[in-house]
Nanobody, 123 residues
Framework: QVQLVESGGGLVQAGASLRLSCAASVRTFSTYAMGWFRQALGKEREFVATISKYGGSTYYADSVQGRFTIARDNAKNMVYLQMNSLKPEDTAVYYC????????????????WGQGTQVTVSS
């Protein structure tokens, strides 16, 4: 049982930065790979980024490569998504995700989801 709570979303203008946080209520946090997904209105939920158990490996969707950075702090049971150079196309609900052991690439691989936090980027 893992509970995930996202925060940090909001309304920003294009080019701005935003940092999302995800707090995990789990006693073995480093046992889980973590990730971020997003879902825009009328669209499928899509992969954004993932990070391995100890933070040694990260992977990003092509659409955010070079702009977004995923990080984790296992001492705090926290995962972050630093979003820079935001574009209107980044507007979506962003979801924190956890998967036992292995990094996440698809929604089907996710074991636990957070409730989501809205990110809106105006032009």
């Amino acid at each position: 049982q893992v509970q995930l709570v996202e925060s940090g979303g909001g309304l920003v203008q294009a080019g701005a930065s935003l940092r999302l946080s995800c707090a995990a209520s789990v006693r073995t946090f480093s046992t889980y790979a973590m990730g971020w997904f997003r879902q825009a209105l009328g669209k499928e939920r899509e992969f954004v980024a993932t990070i391995s158990k100890y933070g040694g490996s990260t992977y990003y969707a092509d659409s955010v490569q070079g702009r977004f950075t995923i990080a984790r702090d296992n001492a705090k049971n926290m995962v972050y998504l630093q979003m820079n150079s935001l574009k209107p196309e980044d507007t979506a609900v962003y979801y924190c995700a956890a998967r036992y052991n292995i990094v996440i690439r698809t929604t089907a691989q996710v074991d636990y989801w957070g409730q989501g936090t809205q990110v809106t980027v105006s032009s």
